[in-house]
């Protein structure tokens, strides 16, 4: 079984920073494609950053010179470093990725979610 888990939100100052880190469980071979996503109530989910194979990034605009995404392929582990967060970053923090198994076949998965808050 192919999944994704979550781990590192949680209450933070304005300011302040987190880690939220997303490991891949099970036959893996690659984590191609993957990125971060968040949802604030009421609204829709929206892309934070992304991160190919290469190693080539993107950002939505809200997070760009805040936030940085990366990869340890030996781990089979994606990172979302948040900087200067603020309190309008606050929402659950989605990661997604497309994984190829050791038996060739490729999953597209989405982790449970971490709640992300920035509040004084």
């Known amino acids: 079984q192919v999944q994704l888990v979550e781990s590192g939100g949680g209450l933070v100052q304005p300011g302040g920073s987190l880690r939220l880190s997303c490991a891949a469980s099970?036959?893996?071979?690659?984590?191609?494609?993957a990125g971060w996503y968040r949802q604030a109530p009421g609204k829709e989910r929206e892309l934070v950053a992304g991160i190919t194979s290469d190693g080539s990034t993107n950002y939505a605009d809200s997070v760009k010179g805040r936030f940085t995404i990366s990869r340890d392929n030996a781990k089979n582990t994606v990172y979302l470093q948040m900087n200067s967060l603020k309190p309008e970053d606050t929402a659950v923090y989605y990661c997604?990725?497309?994984?190829?198994?050791?038996?060739?076949?490729?999953?597209?998965?989405w982790g449970q979610g971490t709640q992300v808050t920035v509040s004084s």
């Open positions: 099970g036959r893996i071979f690659s984590i191609n494609v």
């Open positions: 997604s990725a497309v994984i190829r198994t050791t038996y060739a076949v490729t999953y597209d998965r």
